[in-house]
Structure formats: structure tokens, C-alpha cells
């Protein structure tokens, strides 16, 4: 038998090979099939131990997709999903934003059954690192620029300049702290960021602005770590590991469009990986696993347009699309039209008869869907370049309901003033905001300094919660619950004192400065599907009179700018005469009391010259009197 | 003698009144000289803010003081002015009515030592008169209250001046030879800023001498009192810090006070030596420099007292001064202390060797402090250099002064042995020399 296995061995191998490269090659399949097949071949690796796997083996050899056929695999467990939606910004810019969704039942977290060992679609390297450090929910970002939300509007899923990083950990773990230390160190190998640089001195344990956003309702803090680093520049070599994730990592599907030199040459750039536990099915009886890589980019009207409002698929990434991820179950682009209901503002070519409309961000959206699995989408010439042309001049973007923007105000180095403007632009509803701020410790914080006025009238947070920093242990915390009245502006001040650091402390370039993290606003805000109860465009008036409840607010989180706060500066040069120059002032004062402590008064008596002395001597050795 | 020390009173209450009054205030109380990460009154505030939060004051670092004050400021936050300015009052008080004891003291061992014509007949000039002594009292308080580092540190409310006062209510308690109370006071004073315990050899030599108990470490009456003496410190010392922990429940103050005030983790400059230095000090020789700067502060103690055993109310200020100027976090408020007993010294005067270059130094430095601060935080021409510049020069003038007090002390005291006008054995006059 062992030797009919090792017979068979490498013809096994190849069959099992030529499958494989059926996957991940240029020939279109049916999607069924497909799985079918790597379901298959799943089971074979699975179980070599079976006695009868010599038989499947020889029929393999004699019609092996018949024979394949017959031996029924069990459903898929898991699917991935990618989509891509751009959105043309009332600034002329562009704004593209890929998600890539993947599902998987199972429980990495299981007590007590064995890890989970197979992975297919789901990256191995992230589920052994949920499993091993018992993750609940994590959240990563990695982005470079700033998303201007007056500029813009709302992104779909927003994130601060630099690196963002926040876990919610399961309740069994008993050392957070340690987990999260390592966590942080594995992820940071994981996307080449300089996600080790998370210590005590930037992790909090915000309690109310980050709920988990998957199943379970875990309430208590204590389980989760949140940390920005702002300073994080994203580049290529975070991109490159952040695609290997992908089911067909950048060789299929959406995922040829990102190329580096493009990506990174653009106003915005986001990538994030989020991981959250999800319901398998409606019934919610059991938990599946989603992970959801996301990448956002604007390409700037100027630079990446050359000035003409005219966007091609081409033309923001230098490639076009002639295909699916085949592992996918669907890929899709989207396109908002909601501007553009007839055609008058840009044409969009090829034009799809499929329209989709959705609520997004409050806002009902129409959209235009190009079905990448469908042949027809990519027409004769089988690939697939959007374009969009401006005919007329947009009009003005209504404003975003809520943005926020934060500055330091004061001047020299001994004391600052953060000032956090909170604007709502709703214009007859007021609602509550969350904001949070998380300060390093060398900003001592005041907070019976802390002011939040609106309209000129002192508005008193209903929630207060404050932790305060630790020299060289922890930063500071500030989360609090600010009421915005209807259009208005909110201004939240508090002061602090810059602290002088030890000369190793500072950064290579000390007077660049440091840059603080962004604070964080989570508001349920009223949308504005909720806001138009007078406009019945395209619904029908019975469906209008009340504000349906899932369209009358929806969640939105809003960055604001990072800070750039300069320290006073020891001399760095300075560390040898700093030393010499202190220690003597210390035995200055050491010597001067040591000397009127041991010494006595004494009559100054001349000493005698030379001579004399020398005379002495002799005298005293010949036994006569002195002189 | 009671109207001039009103008028004083008056006066001084007047200046503060205006000065807390004026934009200064603001100006004063930000200033890095006059309020140290310890005793700032923006942080009594903060403490104050976070306990109303529900937050321990001590699970930050930017609350550094002890729970007996934040107790105190809980209650008479909105007249912290008023208190302030009555606790000035109080330490000037105290140290009128203890100089005003000690020279009683001083002038009556003179006429014994006169009588029994201990003194050599030439030393005659050395003598002390009442009418030169009558007005030293009033002097003290004076210095005290109208020294602009008092002023300074009471218009930025730094609780400096709480300290002050509870040292100058020790020393007054010793002088009157109140063991008990001398012992609360210190254990007080301890507690606030553990620095003080220095003070408890003099307190304690003080006390000795007055009950005419010779230091000998043969004598059974000796060891029982400073047994007594040492129980009563202790004890007290032990009920205040039980006292702060059942205020506020925790033992967090522990660290966040004295181990705040040993480690040194806050490096905002001020105007003594660690705040630089230990910016600057490489990491793996921190601990050891730490170490031998705050040995350096109670080092001195037993030499001083076994020199100044005869004299210990010169111990007693040689150790306030040598606290200010090698303590962690220095400000003037505590330099003030120790120059309001410069009058006490006047008698020396004529023994004092560089007087004029030290209050040149003291004055110069004084005034450089805002400008060198104003150029290295504000214009942006000048760096961290300058100001710890300052810093030295400042400290050492400190020293010579501090030192040069000694010298003349102990200069006057061989005179008084040995006569004034020495010979040497030809009967040329002679110069006196240290050997």
C-alpha cells in the first residue's frame, strides 16, 4: 500500500496542482465548480490517513472529474466578496474605495477544541493571530493625509492621519496589557508599520467611544485598547503585505488596480483591516468571522487629473479591469449617481442598466453597478475602463451635519491651549456627541481648565471621563458627552503646560515637534433622509411622514487634525559639561562646608625661609639648640 | 515693639492685596522660579477638579501635594487670598516672637559669660548691646514679610508659604522649649515635604541645651530624652500620615508625594541644580546621581551638629538654607525663609568676607531669571543654556553666602575664646587662618 501511495505520489501532486493553477489562473470557471473542486482537494490533504484514499486515487488517475462529482463535498463555509464604489467629490477630485470582504464560519475562539488549522480564504497569518491572542474585534487603519469632510463630505469608513489601532479582547484573557504588547508587535511584523512603537505611554481604555462593532455587547473597557500613532507615514511596503491578504492577493479581480505608484500619489490614502465576529444567518444561531480590508483614495483633480474633470479607471490606476477574483462570489463596482439623474452633470460610459440605491451615511444614494462576474460588463474588448466626463458645473455640496477641527492656540513654550471646534450644521436638530481625546503625558493636561461653550453660553458635557496621565506610564484620557445645539459651533478648550523631557526623549528631530493624535467625535446624527420630510422625490408619500427609525440617525465618527506641538529643548550637545558644570557647583558647596566643618582657626604663623630650615635640620642632627 | 510689627503687617497684607488684585497675579503665578511642579496653585486647583470628577488627585502626576492640603484647600478654596496672606502673617509672627526669645536668651548668657569674665578683655567690641538687639525681631519679620520672594510666592499662592509657616511654628515652639509641640511641627513640616527631618537634630540639641542636659552619649538623662523626643516626633509623624490615609482611603499619596519629591520625574526648570542635570543625565547613571544628590541634602546634618552643638539655632537656619538650595524642587518662597534670619546675624557682619559680590550675584541673577526665560521660551534666540546658566551662578551665590555666614560664625566664636586682636609669638599682629 505505501508503496502504491508513493507510485501514485506525484501524479497526485499534479492533478492536484493543475487544479490549484485552475484557480488562480486566467480561465474563467463557473464559480460552482470552482469550489467544488477546492473542496475536494481540502478533504484529500485533510485526511491522508484513510484507507481507501488509494482507490479515490486510482480513479482519480482513470476520469477524475466525474468520479469528483460524485463525492460530495460539504457547502462552502466560507465567501469573499469585493466591491468598489467611487464617488465623484463636488471638488472635482475623486474618490474610490474598495472593500473586500470575507466570511468564514468558524470560531477561532473556541475553548478548549483544537485551533483552527485549515485556512482557505481567510489570511492564515490573521486568523492564527486572533486565535492566539484570544481577539474578539480589531480594527486597524493605516492612512496618509488628512480626509477633508468639508471638502469631501463623509467618508464611508473614516480614519486619522497616521496609524489607528483598537482590539477589543475576549473576557477570558486574563493579561490585556501583555496580550495587547504582543498583539502589537506581531501585527507590526504582520504590515511592516512601526506598530511596536504602541507602549503604555499611547494605549487607552476609552469607555464609551468604542463599542464593539461585531456580535456580542461586551460593555467593559477594561478588554479593550485603543492607540493612534500620528507620525506613521504609510507607504508601499504597507500596501504590499496589506494586498497579500487578499484571496487573490493583487493578480485578479479589484485588487490589479492598486498599484503603488498611483495609490500613493493621490490627496488621501487609506488602508484598514477590520475583523469582527458576525451572525452566520438570519437566526444568528452561530458565529462567523468577517474580515473587511478596505482601501479609500482621492486622486486629486490637479495633480492626478492634470485639471480636467475627466476620470477614467485608466487614468486614476493606470490599469483597467478584465476580471473577477474568480475565488469571489461577487465583485461589483459602484458608481454615485445620485448627482447625476439624468445625465446632465458627467456621462458614464459604459453605462450600465443595473441602478442601485442604498442609505448611505444618511443619505439615500443611487447608484450605477457594473457586475465584474458578468461577461457582459466588460464588453468586446473584455476589459472594462469607467469613464466619467463633466458636461456641467456641480453645485454647492450640502454640508456635512457634523465636522470638527482642532488647533493649539498660545505661544512660546511653557503653556498651550487646545481649542476643538465642533460644528453642527443640522439646521433644527441638536444631538449629543462623543468626543474623545488622548493625550501624551509631556502635555500636562488641566483639566479644571476645561471650557465648552456654544453660542457664546457655557454648554456643561453630561458625561465626564477622565483619566489622568502618568509621567512616562500613560497619556491622558478625556471622553465626554457635548450636547451640539442646531447650528452651532462647539468650542471645547483646555489647557496644558509642555513638559521638558530627558534629552534621550525626544524624537531625532526635537524641534519639528510632536505630533498628537486626532480626537475622535462618534455621533448619532440625524440624517438627512430623516431631514427632507418635505421633499417626496422618489418616494411615495405614505412612506414620509414619520421619520422611519433605521433612516432618522446613523452613526458617524469624525477625526480632526492631528496636532504638531513643539517642547522646550535641552541642549543636546550638552550632556558632559551639564554633568561637569552641576557637580562642581556641588562640590563647591561640599568643599566650602567640609572646610570650615574639619578645619580649626589657627594664628597664621610666617613659616621660616629656606635657609633657616635647612640650618635647623643640620643643627637638629648635630644635638645643638636651634636657631 | 507691637504697633511697628502691625504696621509691618498692614503694610505687607496691603502690597499682596494690590498685587492679587492686579494682571500680575496671572504673571506671577505662571512664573517657574516662584511655583515648582510641588506647591503650584494651578495643580491645587487640578487636584481639587479631580476629586470633584471622582478621580484620585494622586492617579496623575500633575497633583503633588498631601492630602492634609488638599483637605485644608477643600474647605477655604474660594479665600485661598486671605489664607495665604494670614499664613504669611503667621510665619512672620512666629519668627518675631522666636527671635525675640532667642535674643532674650542670647543677651543673658552674655552677661553670665560677662560676669564670670570668661571673655578676653579685647573682645568687648564683640558684645552684643540691647539697643542694637531691641530692633533684630522686628527686622525678622520684616525680611520676611517684605522680601519679594515672599511677596512673589504669595501672590502666585504656592503653598511654599504653608511650609514656611509650619517651619517657622517649629522653630518658635523649640525656642519657647515646647518639646511636644516643637515635635508636631516638625513631624508637620516632615510630612510635607520630607526634607525637614534635618531639622530635627537641632530641634532636639535646642531642647537639650535648655533643660541643661549635656550631649553625652554616657549620660542615661540624655538618652531618655532624646528617646522622648524621638517617640514624640515619630508618633505624630505616624498619626498625620494615618490621618491622610483614612481622608482619602488609599496610600497613592505615598508615592505621588515623597516619591515624587526623591525621584525627580518632573524636569520643569526652575532655579535649582536637578532639573537639568537630569534632563541631561545618561540614562544608565540616573539612579546613582539621584541617589548622591539627595544624600547630599542630609549629608551635611551630622557634621553641622556635631560643630554646632553649642549653637543650634545657627544649625537650625544652616539647614533650612542648605534644604533650599540642594532640595529637588527649590523656588524662592524657600530661600525667603532662610534670609528673613539674616538680621538675627548682623553681629557678624564685620567677619563676612564676600558679602558684596554675593548680593551682586543674588541681585543679578534675580533679575536675569525672567530675561533669559523670556528669551529661551518666548523669542526663541536663546536655548536651555541660558537659563541653567543662571541656575548655577544663582546656587552657587547661594553657597557663599550660606558659607560665608558659617565662616563668620565660627570666626566670632574663636574670637571670643581667643580674643580679638591675636598676636603671633613676636608680637606682630596676626592673621587668622583656617588649618
Given amino acids: 500500500m505505501a508503496a502504491l501511495s508513493r507510485k501514485w505520489d506525484p501524479l497526485f501532486v499534479l492533478v492536484l496542482g493543475s487544479l490549484v493553477f485552475s484557480c488562480k489562473g486566467d480561465v474563467l470557471k463557473t464559480s460552482n465548480d470552482r469550489t467544488e473542486s477546492i473542496s475536494a482537494t481540502k478533504i484529500e490533504e485533510s485526511s491522508p490517513q484513510a484507507a481507501d484514499l488509494g482507490d479515490l486515487r486510482q480513479s482519480d488517475e482513470a476520469e477524475s472529474n466525474e468520479d469528483r462529482k460524485a463525492f460530495t463535498p460539504p457547502p462552502p463555509n466560507d465567501q469573499f466578496q469585493e466591491e468598489m464604489v467611487i464617488r465623484p467629490l463636488y471638488s472635482g477630485d475623486i474618490y474610490a474605495s474598495f472593500q473586500f470582504r470575507t466570511q468564514w464560519d468558524t470560531d477561532f475562539l473556541h475553548d478548549g477544541k483544537k485551533a483552527v488549522s485549515h485556512y482557505r480564504l481567510f489570511p492564515k497569518s490573521l486568523g492564527q493571530v486572533l486565535s492566539k491572542f484570544s481577539v474578539r474585534e480589531l480594527h486597524i487603519s493605516f492612512t496618509q493625509g488628512y480626509w477633508r469632510t468639508m471638502q469631501w463630505g463623509q467618508p464611508f469608513i473614516p480614519s486619522p492621519p497616521g496609524a489607528e489601532l483598537w482590539v477589543w479582547f475576549h473576557h477570558t484573557v486574563t493579561d490585556v496589557d501583555g496580550n495587547w504588547k504582543e498583539l502589537t508587535n506581531v501585527l507590526s511584523g504582520i504590515f511592516c508599520a512601526s506598530l511596536n512603537f504602541i507602549d503604555s505611554t499611547n494605549t487607552v481604555e476609552p469607555s464609551a467611544s468604542f463599542k464593539p462593532l461585531g456580535l456580542g455587547n461586551a460593555t467593559d473597557h477594561r478588554f479593550l485598547r485603543y492607540a493612534t500613532l500620528p507620525r506613521e507615514i504609510v507607504c508601499t511596503e504597507n500596501l504590499t503585505p496589506w494586498k497579500k491578504l487578499l484571496p487573490c492577493g493583487s493578480k485578479a479581480g479589484l485588487a490589479v488596480l492598486m498599484k503603488s505608484e498611483k495609490l500613493f500619489h493621490s490627496s488621501f490614502h487609506s488602508q484598514a483591516v477590520h475583523i469582527r465576529p458576525v451572525c452566520k444567518d438570519w437566526q444568528c444561531t452561530s458565529t462567523a468571522w468577517e474580515l473587511r480590508q478596505t482601501l479609500n483614495v482621492v486622486f486629486d483633480l490637479y495633480t492626478s487629473g492634470q485639471g480636467k474633470k475627466e476620470w477614467s479607471l485608466f487614468k486614476m490606476f493606470s490599469r483597467t479591469l478584465t476580471e473577477a477574483c474568480p475565488l469571489a462570489s461577487s465583485s461589483k463596482i459602484y458608481v454615485d449617481v445620485t448627482d447625476n439623474p439624468g445625465g446632465e452633470l458627467f456621462d458614464l460610459s459604459p453605462s450600465s442598466p443595473l441602478i442601485s440605491t442604498a442609505v448611505v451615511l444618511g443619505d439615500r444614494r443611487t447608484y450605477s453597478v457594473y457586475d465584474l462576474t458578468k461577461k457582459e460588463t466588460f464588453g468586446q474588448l473584455r476589459s472594462l475602463n469607467l469613464l466619467l466626463r463633466w458636461k456641467g458645473e456641480s453645485d454647492d455640496m450640502l454640508r456635512p451635519p457634523l465636522h470638527a477641527e482642532r488647533y493649539v492656540s498660545g505661544f512660546g513654550l511653557q503653556k498651550g491651549e487646545i481649542h476643538t471646534c465642533l460644528y453642527n450644521s443640522h439646521p433644527y436638530r441638536a444631538y449629543p456627541v462623543l468626543l474623545l481625546d488622548s493625550l501624551p503625558w509631556y502635555l500636562r493636561l488641566y483639566v479644571h481648565t476645561l471650557t465648552v461653550t456654544s453660542k457664546t453660553r457655557e454648554n456643561k458635557p453630561s458625561y465626564i471621563h477622565y483619566q489622568p496621565s502618568k509621567d512616562r506610564l500613560r497619556p491622558h484620557l478625556l471622553e465626554m458627552l457635548v450636547q451640539l445645539p442646531p447650528h452651532s459651533v462647539t468650542e471645547v478648550t483646555v489647557q496644558f503646560e509642555r513638559a521638558l523631557l530627558k534629552w534621550t526623549e525626544y524624537t531625532p528631530d526635537p524641534n519639528h515637534g510632536f505630533y498628537i493624535g486626532s480626537s475622535v467625535i462618534s455621533a448619532l446624527v440625524p440624517s438627512i433622509v430623516a431631514m427632507d420630510t418635505n421633499s417626496t422625490r422618489d418616494r411615495p408619500l405614505f412612506s414620509s411622514f414619520f421619520p422611519t427609525k433605521e433612516e432618522s440617525s446613523y452613526f458617524m465618527r469624525v477625526y480632526t487634525e492631528p496636532l504638531l506641538v513643539n517642547l522646550p529643548t535641552p541642549d543636546f550637545s550638552m550632556p558632559y559639561n551639564v554633568i561637569c558644570l552641576t557637580c562642581t557647583v556641588v562640590a563647591v558647596g561640599y568643599g566650602s562646608f567640609y572646610n570650615l566643618l574639619t578645619r580649626t582657626f589657627q594664628v597664621d604663623e610666617p613659616s621660616a625661609p629656606l635657609a633657616k630650615r635647612l640650618a635647623n635640620i643640620i643643627r637638629r642632627l648635630r644635638g645643638v639648640p636651634l636657631l | ?435
Fill in chain 2, 1 to 435: 515693639m507691637a504697633a511697628p510689627l502691625t504696621l509691618v503687617l498692614i503694610l505687607s497684607v496691603t502690597i499682596r492685596a494690590v498685587l492679587f488684585r492686579s494682571s500680575l497675579a496671572e504673571l506671577i503665578s505662571e512664573r517657574v522660579e516662584v511655583v515648582s511642579p510641588l506647591n503650584a496653585w494651578k495643580r491645587v486647583v487640578e487636584g481639587l477638579a479631580l476629586l470633584d470628577l471622582g478621580v484620585s488627585p494622586y492617579s496623575g502626576d500633575v497633583f503633588h501635594e498631601t492630602p492634609l492640603v488638599i483637605y485644608l484647600f477643600h474647605f477655604v478654596v474660594d479665600y485661598a487670598e486671605i489664607v495665604f496672606m494670614i499664613v504669611d502673617g503667621i510665619t512672620a509672627v512666629a519668627l518675631y516672637l522666636a527671635v525675640q526669645n532667642y535674643n532674650k536668651n542670647v543677651f543673658r548668657k552674655q552677661k553670665y559669660a560677662l560676669e564670670a569674665d570668661r571673655y578676653p578683655h579685647d573682645c568687648l567690641e564683640l558684645m552684643r548691646s540691647p539697643k542694637e538687639m531691641h530692633y533684630i525681631p522686628l527686622k525678622v519679620a520684616m525680611f520676611y514679610l517684605l522680601n519679594p520672594f515672599t511677596i512673589l510666592s504669595c501672590v502666585a499662592k504656592s503653598t511654599c508659604g504653608l511650609n514656611n509657616a509650619v517651619m517657622a511654628l517649629f522653630i518658635l515652639s523649640t525656642l519657647k522649649g515646647s518639646a511636644l509641640l516643637s515635635a508636631i511641627f516638625l513631624a508637620l513640616a516632615t510630612y510635607q515635604s520630607i526634607y525637614p527631618l534635618t531639622l530635627f537634630a537641632p530641634g532636639l540639641l535646642f531642647l537639650l541645651q535648655r533643660l541643661y542636659i549635656p550631649v553625652n552619649p554616657c549620660r542615661s538623662r540624655f538618652w531618655f530624652f532624646t528617646v522622648q523626643y524621638s517617640v514624640m516626633f515619630i508618633g505624630s509623624l505616624l498619626v498625620i500620615v494615618c490621618l491622610s490615609f483614612f481622608l482619602l482611603g488609599s496610600w497613592d499619596f505615598i508615592p505621588s508625594v515623597y516619591g515624587f519629591i526623591l525621584s525627580v520625574p518632573d524636569l520643569t526648570p526652575n532655579i535649582g541644580l536637578f532639573w537639568y542635570f537630569f534632563a541631561e543625565m545618561f540614562e544608565h547613571f540616573r539612579f546613582f546621581f539621584i541617589c548622591v544628590f539627595q544624600i547630599n541634602v542630609f549629608f551635611y546634618t551630622i557634621p553641622l551638629s556635631v560643630k554646632l552643638k553649642e549653637h543650634p539655632v545657627f544649625l537650625i537656619f544652616m539647614q533650612i538654607a542648605i534644604i533650599s538650595i540642594f532640595k529637588s524642587y527649590p523656588t524662592v518662597g524657600d530661600i525667603a525663609l532662610y534670609m528673613a534670619f539674616l538680621p538675627v546675624w548682623s553681629h557678624l557682619y564685620r567677619f563676612l568676607r564676600n558679602i558684596f559680590l554675593v548680593s551682586c550675584v543674588l541681585l543679578a541673577c534675580t533679575a536675569l531669571f525672567p530675561v533669559l526665560w523670556h528669551l529661551w521660551i518666548y523669542a526663541g534666540s536663546a536655548n536651555s543654556n541660558f537659563y541653567y546658566a543662571i541656575t548655577l551662578l544663582f546656587n552657587v551665590g547661594q553657597i557663599l553666602l550660606v558659607s560665608d555666614y558659617f565662616y563668620a560664625y565660627l570666626r566670632r566664636e574663636h574670637h571670643l575664646s581667643q580674643g580679638l586682636y591675636l598676636r603671633r609669638k613676636d608680637g606682630s599682629e596676626a592673621t587668622l587662618v583656617l588649618k
